[in-house]
């Protein structure tokens, strides 16, 4: 998760609000889902402290996207907003 200067978002904690695609937990499908959130969720899980705005970053190096022309072929991960309790 970022900050409107798209810097990753201050936890005040030991542990970042970032995952790298090596660390992440993938469905069988290959598919991720990421929670965020000032609780501990299993499974992926970004730590925020639930103030302020807050932004997704998706950075691709050195992959077909990042050089591809045909951008009509690729499908982008999806955010999908599955609740709140702030």
Not at 1 to 7: E, I, T, Y
């Amino acid at each position: 998760a970022a900050d409107q200067s798209l810097g990753v978002v201050e936890t005040g904690k030991s542990r970042l609000a970032a995952l790298q695609s090596y660390e992440v937990l993938r469905q069988p499908d290959n598919s991720v889902t990421i929670s965020v959130g000032h609780h501990p969720m299993p499974g992926n899980w970004l730590l925020t402290d639930g103030s302020g705005r807050m932004y997704f970053v998706l950075t691709f190096y050195d992959t077909p996207i990042a050089s591809s022309t045909g951008l009509s072929d690729v499908s982008l991960p999806r955010i999908v907003k599955a609740g709140c309790d702030a």
